[in-house]
């Protein structure tokens, strides 16, 4: 745990599970451990919904995984309940593990109908297997008793499950808080851009989701031993409504909401169990739905954030406010400007491609859209340490060409060689394993982060502790450290160091491309492509980029760059590829283009709404550019 | 022989009702890419207030009426009260959202009507022997109804003006703007046809599978089963989505055990998903990611 709320929060929940059984009824007492209970499964749930963005509908049904388990080796094995636990829990969890290979792929509601539908498998299965007990199920599972107690009153279940939830309550906060945090946050707010930084979404995600699973099978363990009874009921569709109801209204991927909103619901719970047969009378079976639903309905609707918004607007720590203190101080001290105005190469790394040796090599490069040829057929090579520039008209192809490279759409044919290993079809997180990395012409901001947040998130393949780790909190503190000391430093590179602690969604346009750079450039990489990286940026900022990705030449990174600007293009670029109409009609050194027929041609054909390239063909033909870039190196 | 016959007429009578239930899918999703969960409902809800209304002595026809243009308000009122009132409508809040609709719903029901099932009179007509293969009445009935219906619902979003704009909605929001309609009142108009679908196959299905308060859940999930068949787009994938889903659950009940009818939904969907994410019926062989 790194923050003072969760040192306070741990405290308290202790004060009020360890004295709180002294101070109230039994019956109170009897309803809190069931709150417990469910929280541990909710606390899973809402790790789910909070990071991995997918929502599991049949959550019961690995809770009956964990409880039948424990009943089973308990009862019939007469297993010692610490091993049985950790059978029962891993059995949860390979459950999920099965579950979620196939629909993890898929967008969010496949796995949410899935789970509703393995809710119903397991029920089916529980009543059609004579060992599972059929319809009665299993009983006679014992209280648990160790160190000389035997937990079997309210009171001393409650103490038993003190340390149980308090732990998974740290392990989930840290976990929250990780590198696997950042990074499942940031695929949250744009799953492309962290994918093309190096965050193996998929991957990631099954990982939540499975440890989603052993939460609910260790709260199904618990269950089991408190209720002494396990039947089909416990996999049933209102106890994952309920867990689910649990996570929402207290606010989904927020911990501590987990805990307050399994109290909260398992109140409310035997309150309508009580009060609805009062008002309808007769009302019988799962009367509790009613509210369940409805204040589901209602949390969506006017609190999505849950219990977790609702206090942080009480207590003034909503994030609009901070934002604007944030906005207020940088008005007055921002247009930084890099830190250090030397040439010298920038970012140079042991084990490079040597400059001159060939890094990416593109062939055949085809996409096709039903009828519509976006690209057709282009071949080039890029070099290590040198810049090409890849230029056309609008709608020639360019950006489709990077998203093809960089495994953000699979090409129709052609292959996309980088460092010798062929990666066409590959997701982006492949190509940035492979140290290349992209920027985007339509930005991509992590917006829930600040600007070091996003960045940090660059660093996700330069560091490497794993969610165990992370959850644990070993070594996890100063890495952590090391992360955020580089990004400052990559940040401070793109003179971005007086907005790093601000929310990146404030900054204006042009400084969040700046972002972007700095972002990609924290993963260190070999090859940089760059979407149009100086639109929207100042003059002064367009020189400094420039300036900055001379210098990363310099150092024997490659760079490829979409850009409109074709004067700052030319002054740049190494070599020069033109794009038109899916076509590359030619590839040179910029004043071979300059003077190429056919890129005039391309460039006088396009229509008189397209400015830039109006403004283009006239550079072009004249030659104005400030400077010749083949004199420059 | 006659055996087989004898489930795969099963199947094709209960995957009719499947049918319904996946173009109600179908309708809601390519307009406006909510999955709603409470599309079981409108079934079981639809066969609860004519079964109250035959009960209240009101003849079947007009029973039928009364229950399908009550389901067909319920539908609408409820993308006006929760759907509506969203802003930023991700699929994870689309699920939770018609997950409460449909909790609560099922909860209604519970409290208006108990929880025995009930069945509603079939349709008239007399069963028959075909070749050793006993055919009821109301398998006609149903088979016949959903392909009308099935029909017409394929030539409003082929033919007409309406249909194709609704289709459009999903595509380009702005050009269906241009043309008069707002992507919130397609949506409105597409629960309106997902709401009388789903009332028809609930209505249509009372008589033989019996209709209770939570009759909408597994209904539902196989719904989704089949129009996941297609792609969760296409009226016709969804179709035929049922009836083969309809055939594969008899047959399984048939030939291995009646018990393990309700998973055959779940396999299907797993192997599905893992084969061909597009749909099986459906040309699009990429899900959109």
């Not at chain 1, 293009?569 to 056919?598: F, K, N, S």
Request: proline letters at 4%; one cysteine or more.
């Amino acid at each position: 745990m790194k923050k003072p709320s969760d040192v306070v929060g741990v405290i308290l929940l202790l004060a009020v599970l360890l004295l709180g059984p002294l101070l109230v009824p039994v019956s109170v007492s009897g309803a809190a451990v069931y709150a417990v209970i469910y929280a541990i499964a909710a606390i899973g749930l809402s790790l789910l919904m909070g990071l991995a963005g997918q929502v599991s509908l049949g959550h019961a049904a690995f809770f009956a995984v964990g409880a039948y388990t424990q009943a089973i080796l308990v009862t019939r094995y007469e297993i010692n309940g610490g091993i049985a636990a950790v059978v029962a829990v891993g059995l949860a969890m390979l459950v999920g593990l099965l579950v979620g290979i196939p629909l993890l792929r898929l967008r969010g509601h496949y796995l949410a109908l899935a789970t509703l539908g393995l809710g119903i498998i397991v029920t089916v299965i529980a009543i059609e297997t004579p060992f599972l007990g059929a319809t009665s199920g299993i009983f006679g599972i014992p209280k648990p008793d160790f160190g000389g107690r035997v937990y079997d009153s309210p009171d001393e279940y409650l103490w038993l499950l003190t340390p149980v939830i308090v732990l998974g309550i740290i392990l989930a906060r840290n976990l929250v808080d990780s590198r696997i945090g950042r990074a499942l946050g940031a695929v949250n707010d744009s799953e492309v851009a962290a994918e093309t930084l190096g965050v193996d979404t998929y991957r990631l995600r099954l990982k939540v989701f499975v440890l989603s699973a052993g939460y609910a099978g260790l709260a199904g363990v618990f269950f089991a031993h408190w209720l002494a009874v396990v039947n089909p009921n416990s996999a049933n569709f209102a106890l994952s409504v309920e867990f689910l109801l649990i996570a929402v209204l207290g606010g989904l991927g927020t911990v501590w909401g987990a805990v307050v909103g399994g109290f909260a619901v398992e109140f409310l719970d035997e309150g309508l169990r009580d009060v609805v047969p009062l008002i309808v009378p007769g009302a019988t079976g799962e009367v509790q739905l009613i509210g369940f639903g409805v204040i589901l309905t209602l949390v969506m609707i006017f609190l999505p954030g849950g219990l977790h918004q609702a206090f942080r607007g009480l207590v003034g720590l909503d994030g609009r406010r901070r934002s604007r203190q944030g906005k207020k101080t940088t008005t007055l001290t921002s247009q930084g400007s890099p830190e250090s105005d030397d040439e010298g190469p920038l970012l140079a790394r042991e084990g490079r491609p040597a400059p001159g040796s060939t890094l990416l090599s593109v062939t055949g490069l085809t996409k096709r859209y039903g009828g519509v040829v976006a690209v057709d057929d282009v071949d080039f090579d890029v070099m290590a340490g040198e810049i090409v520039a890849l230029i056309g008209p609008n709608g020639a192809g360019k950006t489709t060409c990077f998203n093809m490279i960089s495994g953000v759409t699979a090409p129709s044919s052609g292959s996309v060689m980088l460092s010798g290993e062929r990666i066409d079809g590959r997701k982006p997180h492949v190509f940035a394993r492979h140290r290349a990395t992209r920027t985007f012409q339509n930005l991509q901001v992590f917006g829930s982060a600040t600007v070091l947040g996003n960045v940090m998130v660059g660093r996700h393949l330069r560091s490497r502790v794993g969610l165990l780790r992370s959850m644990l909190g070993l070594a996890a503190r100063a890495e952590e450290r090391a992360i955020a000391s580089s990004s400052r430093g990559v940040i401070g590179l793109l003179g971005l160091t007086e907005d790093a602690d601000r929310p990146a969604a404030d900054l204006p346009f042009g400084r969040q491309r700046l972002m972007e750079v700095a972002r990609a450039l924290a993963t260190e990489p070999d090859l940089l492509l760059l979407d149009e990286p100086m639109a929207g940026l100042s003059g002064a900022e367009r020189r400094d980029l420039a300036t900055l990705l001379r210098r990363l030449r310099a150092g024997g990174m490659a760079i490829i760059l979409v850009e409109h600007d074709v004067e700052a293009v030319l002054a740049l670029a190494d070599r020069v590829a033109v794009l038109d109409d899916g076509v590359m009609i030619a590839l040179g050194r910029p004043e071979e283009i300059r003077t190429d027929p056919a890129v005039l041609a391309a460039y006088l054909g396009v229509e008189d709404d397209d400015p830039e390239a109006v403004a283009a063909v006239h550079e072009l033909a004249t030659g104005t550019g400030p400077e010749d870039a083949g004199g420059e190196r | 022989m006659s055996d087989f016959f004898q489930l795969v007429v099963a199947g094709l009578s209960q995957g009719a009702i499947y049918a319904l239930i996946a173009m109600g899918f179908a309708a809601i999703f390519s307009v406006s890419e909510i999955i709603n969960l409470a599309q079981g409902e409108f079934a079981a809800m639809a066969g609860l207030i004519a079964l109250s209304a035959t009960g209240a002595g009101l003849p079947l026809p007009v029973a039928m009426l009364i229950a399908l243009l009550s389901v067909g308000l319920v539908a609408v009122v409820m993308q006006r009260v929760t759907i509506a009132p969203v802003k930023r409508m991700t699929t994870l809040t689309s699920i939770i959202l018609t997950l409460g609709v449909s909790t609560a719903l099922k909860a209604l029901m519970l409290l208006i009507y108990g929880p025995d099932a009930r069945g509603l009179p079939a349709l008239p007509g007399s069963n028959f022997v075909v070749a050793g293969v006993s055919i009821r009445a109301q398998d006609l009935w149903i088979l016949g109804i959903t392909l009308v219906v099935a029909g017409a619902v394929i030539f409003f979003y082929d033919r007409t003006v309406l249909g194709k704009a609704l289709r459009a909605c999903a595509e380009q929001p702005v050009a269906a703007r241009l043309v008069g309609i707002s992507p919130r009142r397609a949506t409105t108009i597409a629960f309106l046809i997902a709401g009388l679908l789903g009332a028809i196959g609930g209505l249509l299905a009372s008589p033989i599978s019996l209709t209770q308060w939570d009759s909408g859940l597994t209904l539902g999930l196989k719904g989704f089963v089949a129009a996941t068949l297609g792609g969760l787009v296409s009226i016709r994938a969804a179709v035929l989505g049922g009836l083969v889903l309809g055939v594969l659950e008899a047959l399984v009940a048939g030939y291995i055990d009646s018990g393990y009818r309700d998973a055959v939904a779940f396999v299907v969907l797993i192997v599905v998903l893992v084969a061909r994410p597009g749909g099986v019926f459906s040309r699009q062989a990429q899900a959109r990611v």
